[in-house]
């Protein structure tokens, strides 16, 4: 595998300051290539700088920064982490109702050999897949679908995985004639009464009430540089502050990290991702959710029906902050 | 061609700006004689508030404060608020144009409420009921974390009184004041719902102009049933977001209550002059009382 090429194609802006090393050790390679010099510890050492440099660049990310790896076409999918993840995962298409949206997939699947069902919104990897996914905002049926497959766990007992990757809920005509605002609202509440054990995790973007209308796990998770919001940045920043340029203000403001949200106490745990962000390496980062899941599985699996209601109502009924008296 | 059009549409978008202004001048009727907003009929106030605020004209339905809202329904002296007391927090520290703990005060001043939405228990036609009116003049009818937890609290009080629960809602969406926090007051109050249905009680959602965004897309459209009032303005994605998104003209009357009742969305549009009526006549079904 021409591992350095891809690396090379897939750095992030945040990455640029790491060109320049790439360079050198691409040199490098080649003098030794052509059999001039014996330079595998110059080679080792080289790659050590890139990792460490690597590293130093993904510790303090700014929010916004944060927002370009989580939205980054070379993020791995929901079908990447399901193909990672699961064994003998048969995709569930369409909502029988209206049609099927390929902006959100579902199926069944086994986890470390357990039937689970798992859905989540796709996004594409080239332009091209986005169109044909809508770049991962779902449609009404998309919400159908998902309660639909919810259900099918629910009647034979098996936990549910859900996978959040949205900019949000897609906005047109289609979408408010068949009850977009329904259609979420339904999974809302429908979402609360389930009786099995129930993991989401945002994987990439948190997007407002398209998130939310497959996000309300007995645990939910978040990926490092993943981000969760009511708003766009971008959104909150033309409307509040009246100027789209403003996003980082807003994505500051509006605290929309995996960490902030880890404060807030709207997620419960933040699963790292590899050096250098998910893409970089997409396997082991299916092999840190994999983990995080099991683990997370395990406690809910003992629960009954009543306790894993009472567990998520308690979850959701606590959130708010205001003053009283 | 296209320079017809582009005039076309800069002469639409100022009426529209016009439109705004006017509604948001006219809603509030404070001078004797009020213009009506849709057709442009001037109204004495007297004769509007007697219509309960609906031009005799042209039966553009204005909004109404929540004060307005419980005058017009409730029995007299019935209705008993509740929570009455909690108040917006600015947690985040939220500065946009206006620092958000200096916009609570200021909303509280303006509004002479402490949030966006009066809970209560209250009776109409002597059936008692938990009552929420949401309340535009308040941040835009917003819901952050006070409105979530009033709706919820209404909803739970309902379970232990046994009672039905009906909302009027009127609200520009999610907070952004309170970011993340007010998304989760969506599941909040919509698991709080599946609660009041778990215990088989009814939850009668009454939507009026406007209702959007993240209020749509939770407990208001939950309803058992849904009611609207005539030309209200219902949508998750308000029309702006959507020809924005869509690049495309929206169909004439999209997003209106007469549209959602077309689209199967609500069960019936009702003018205001009949809605208590109907309210009752709907709370009498699921009280099964016996006339
Ligand atoms: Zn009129």
Same mark, same amino acid.
């Given at each position: 595998?021409?591992?350095?090429?891809?690396?090379?194609?897939?750095?992030?802006?945040?990455?640029?300051?790491?060109?320049?090393?790439?360079?050198?050790?691409?040199?490098?390679?080649?003098?030794?290539?052509?059999?001039?010099?014996?330079?595998?510890?110059?080679?080792?050492?080289?790659?050590?700088?890139?990792?460490?440099?690597?590293?130093?660049?993904?510790?303090?990310?700014?929010?916004?920064?944060?927002?370009?790896?989580?939205?980054?076409?070379?993020?791995?999918?929901?079908?990447?982490?399901?193909?990672?993840?699961?064994?003998?995962?048969?995709?569930?298409?369409?909502?029988?109702?209206?049609?099927?949206?390929?902006?959100?997939?579902?199926?069944?699947?086994?986890?470390?050999?357990?039937?689970?069902?798992?859905?989540?919104?796709?996004?594409?990897?080239?332009?091209?897949?986005?169109?044909?996914? @809508?770049?991962?905002?779902?449609?009404?049926?998309?919400?159908?679908?998902?309660?639909?497959?919810?259900?099918?766990?629910?009647?034979?007992?098996?936990?549910?995985?859900?996978?959040?990757?949205?900019?949000?809920?897609?906005?047109?005509?289609?979408?408010?004639?068949?009850?977009?605002?329904?259609?979420?609202?339904?999974?809302?509440?429908?979402?609360?009464?389930?009786?099995?054990?129930?993991?989401?995790?945002?994987?990439?973007?948190?997007?407002?009430?398209?998130?939310?209308?497959?996000?309300?796990?007995?645990?939910? %998770?978040?990926?490092?540089?993943?981000?969760?919001?009511?708003?766009?940045?971008?959104?909150?920043?033309?409307?509040?502050?009246?100027?789209?340029?403003?996003?980082?203000?807003?994505?500051?403001?509006?605290?929309?990290?995996?960490?902030?949200? %880890?404060? %807030?106490?709207?997620?419960?745990?933040?699963?790292?991702?590899?050096?250098?962000?998910?893409?970089?390496?997409?396997?082991?980062?299916?092999? @840190?959710?994999?983990?995080?899941?099991? @683990?997370?599985?395990?406690? %809910?699996?003992?629960?009954?029906?009543?306790?894993?209601?009472?567990?998520?109502?308690?979850?959701?009924?606590?959130?708010?902050?205001?003053?009283?008296? | 061609?296209?320079?017809?059009?582009?005039?076309?549409?800069?002469?639409?978008?100022?009426?529209?700006?016009?439109?705004?202004?006017?509604?948001?001048?006219?809603?509030?009727?404070?001078?004797?004689?009020?213009?009506?907003?849709?057709?442009?009929?001037?109204?004495?106030?007297?004769?509007?508030?007697?219509n309960l605020?609906v031009c005799?004209?042209?039966n553009y339905h204005?909004?109404?404060?929540?004060?307005?809202?419980?005058?017009?329904?409730?029995?007299?002296?019935?209705?008993?608020?509740?929570?009455?007391?909690?108040?917006?927090?600015?947690?985040?520290?939220?500065?946009?144009?206006?620092?958000?703990?200096?916009?609570?005060?200021?909303?509280?001043?303006?509004?002479?409420?402490?949030?966006?939405?009066?809970?209560?228990?209250?009776?109409?036609?002597?059936?008692?009921?938990?009552?929420?009116?949401?309340?535009?003049?308040?941040?835009?009818?917003?819901?952050?974390?006070?409105?979530?937890?009033?709706?919820?609290?209404?909803?739970?009080?309902?379970?232990?009184?046994?009672?039905?629960?009906?909302?009027?809602?009127?609200?520009?969406?999610?907070?952004?004041?309170?970011?993340?926090?007010?998304?989760?007051?969506?599941?909040?109050?919509?698991?709080?719902?599946?609660?009041?249905?778990?215990?088989?009680?009814?939850?009668?959602?009454?939507?009026?102009?406007?209702?959007?965004?993240?209020?749509?897309?939770?407990?208001?459209?939950?309803?058992?049933?849904?009611l609207a009032e005539p030309g209200?303005?219902?949508?998750?994605?308000?029309?702006?977001?959507?020809?924005?998104?869509?690049?495309?003209?929206?169909?004439?009357?999209?997003?209106?209550a007469?549209?959602?009742?077309?689209?199967?969305?609500?069960?019936c549009v009702i003018n205001r002059k009949d809605l208590k009526e109907t309210?009752?006549?709907?709370?009498?079904?699921?009280?099964?009382?016996?006339?």
């Amino acid at each position: 595998m021409s591992k350095d090429k891809k690396e090379k194609r897939n750095l992030l802006a945040i990455e640029k300051p790491l060109e320049d090393l790439y360079q050198k050790l691409e040199d490098l390679k080649k003098l030794a290539e052509a059999g001039k010099m014996e330079l595998t510890e110059e080679v080792r050492q080289m790659e050590k700088r890139i990792e460490a440099k690597r590293k130093d660049l993904f510790t303090n990310l700014t929010p916004i920064q944060t927002v370009q790896i989580a939205r980054h076409l070379y993020r791995p999918t929901t079908l990447d982490y399901i193909g990672y993840i699961f064994e003998d995962f048969v995709e569930l298409h369409g909502d029988r109702n209206f049609s099927d949206d390929p902006a959100l997939v579902s199926g069944l699947a086994k986890l470390a050999g357990r039937s689970v069902v798992v859905l989540g919104q796709q996004k594409g990897k080239s332009t091209k897949e986005n169109i044909a996914r @809508n770049f991962g905002m779902a449609n009404p049926e998309g919400y159908r679908k998902a309660l639909r497959v919810m259900r099918i766990a629910e009647r034979y007992g098996r936990p549910i995985i859900s996978f959040i990757d949205t900019p949000g809920a897609y906005c047109g005509i289609g979408a408010e004639e068949r009850g977009q605002a329904e259609a979420i609202a339904k999974n809302l509440r429908e979402m609360a009464e389930l009786t099995v054990p129930f993991i989401s995790i945002v994987t990439g973007e948190g997007g407002s009430g398209g998130a939310l209308g497959i996000g309300m796990g007995n645990r939910v %998770l978040m990926l490092e540089f993943a981000i969760y919001s009511v708003i766009s940045p971008e959104g909150c920043a033309s409307i509040l502050f009246r100027d789209a340029k403003r996003a980082n203000d807003a994505a500051v403001a509006m605290k929309i990290t995996a960490k902030d949200l %880890l404060e %807030l106490g709207i997620i419960d745990d933040i699963i790292k991702e590899p050096a250098g962000a998910a893409h970089n390496n997409p396997e082991q980062a299916a092999v @840190n959710i994999k983990n995080a899941l099991i @683990n997370n599985l395990e406690p %809910l699996l003992t629960l009954s029906h009543r306790e894993l209601i009472a567990d998520r109502y308690n979850k959701f009924r606590k959130m708010g902050i205001f003053e009283e008296g | 061609m296209t320079s017809t059009l582009s005039i076309h549409n800069w002469f639409k978008k100022k009426q529209a700006e016009k439109e705004v202004l006017g509604r948001e001048r006219l809603d509030i009727p404070g001078g004797l004689w009020v213009k009506c907003y849709k057709c442009g009929q001037a109204l004495f106030s007297k004769d509007l508030e007697s219509n309960l605020k609906v031009c005799p004209k042209c039966n553009y339905h204005f909004k109404l404060t929540s004060t307005e809202r419980i005058a017009q329904l409730a029995d007299e002296k019935s209705f008993k608020e509740i929570n009455a007391n909690i108040r917006s927090k600015d947690f985040l520290g939220f500065n946009d144009a206006k620092p958000y703990a200096k916009r609570i005060k200021d909303s509280i001043t303006k509004a002479k409420l402490n949030d966006a939405i009066v809970t209560g228990l209250g009776k109409i036609c002597d059936l008692p009921c938990a009552l929420g009116i949401m309340d535009f003049s308040f941040m835009g009818g917003s819901m952050g974390s006070v409105v979530g937890e009033k709706v919820t609290r209404l909803i739970e009080e309902a379970i232990v009184k046994k009672c039905p629960v009906i909302i009027f809602s009127a609200s520009g969406g999610a907070r952004m004041q309170e970011g993340i926090m007010s998304l989760m007051q969506m599941a909040k109050t919509s698991a709080a719902l599946g609660r009041l249905r778990e215990n088989s009680l009814p939850f009668i959602s009454v939507l009026t102009d406007p209702t959007t965004g993240g209020t749509t897309a939770s407990f208001a459209m939950l309803g058992d049933i849904n009611l609207a009032e005539p030309g209200a303005l219902i949508c998750f994605a308000g029309p702006r977001v959507i020809e924005q998104t869509i690049r495309q003209k929206l169909p004439p009357g999209f997003q209106r209550a007469e549209y959602l009742l077309d689209h199967g969305m609500i069960d019936c549009v009702i003018n205001r002059k009949d809605l208590k009526e109907t309210l009752v006549k709907i709370l009498r079904w699921f009280n099964n009382v016996q006339r």
